[in-house]
């Protein structure tokens, strides 16, 4: 048992000295998982930055990319992948049209539909940003052994399969 101290911590303590009466253990786990998301946004948002890319752009064009070859999909498999009312969809499309990172193409199997498609501009840049996340990632995780990682790893899984239901 470690005998370091962060500032859930020192929170809880105070908290559990006020309320005596409350089981404070959601916040031991919870609140460090608040805290560390907040770390892992400003890491995300570095490594897409210096790819030149905004975080809603990162999630288009990696969904296209891990579609792989021809690294296309439709507009409704977008949606489905980003969580994103189809006006947003249409919107993003728009924009990542507009600089180049994607491009809109007839569906070859129905007339009516389109496919988006990321250009090699598109895919350089979220290859880039993919390499710069992996890193960052690591490096948030380097306190960590391999064995503490896979436990982690398999506990998160645990509690979020009851929210992907």
């Known amino acids: 048992m470690s005998t370091e101290h962060d500032e859930?911590?020192?929170?809880?303590?105070?908290?559990?000295a006020q309320r005596?009466?409350?089981?404070?253990?959601?916040l031991e786990v919870l609140s460090r998982v608040d805290r560390l998301s907040r770390h892992l946004d400003r890491a995300r948002r570095e490594a897409f930055r210096?790819?030149?890319?905004?975080?809603?752009?990162?999630?288009v064009l990696s969904a296209l990319r891990r579609a792989g070859e021809p690294y296309q999909l439709s507009p409704k498999?977008?949606?489905?992948?980003?969580?994103v009312s189809s006006g947003t969809m249409t919107n993003r499309i728009d924009?990542?049209?507009?600089?180049?990172?994607v491009r809109r193409e007839a569906d070859p199997g129905d007339g009516r539909s389109v496919l988006?498609?990321?250009?090699?501009?598109?895919?350089?840049?979220?290859d880039a940003a993919i390499t710069r996340l992996v890193d960052a990632e690591a490096l948030l995780l380097s306190?960590?052994?391999?064995?503490?990682?896979?436990?982690?790893?398999?506990?998160?899984?645990?509690?979020?399969?009851?929210f992907d239901a």
């Open 8 to 16: 859930v911590d020192r929170i809880v303590g105070a908290w559990g």
């Open 50 to 59: 210096r790819s030149d890319l905004e975080p809603w752009e990162w999630d």
């Open 77 to 83: 498999q977008l949606l489905q992948q980003t969580l």
């Open 20 to 26: 005596p009466d409350l089981d404070f253990s959601p």
């Open 116 to 126: 988006v498609t990321i250009t090699d501009e598109g895919k350089t840049r979220v």
């Open 143 to 162: 306190v960590l052994s391999r064995g503490d990682r896979e436990r982690l790893a398999a506990l998160l899984r645990k509690l979020s399969l009851g």
């Open 95 to 101: 924009r990542l049209v507009g600089r180049r990172l």
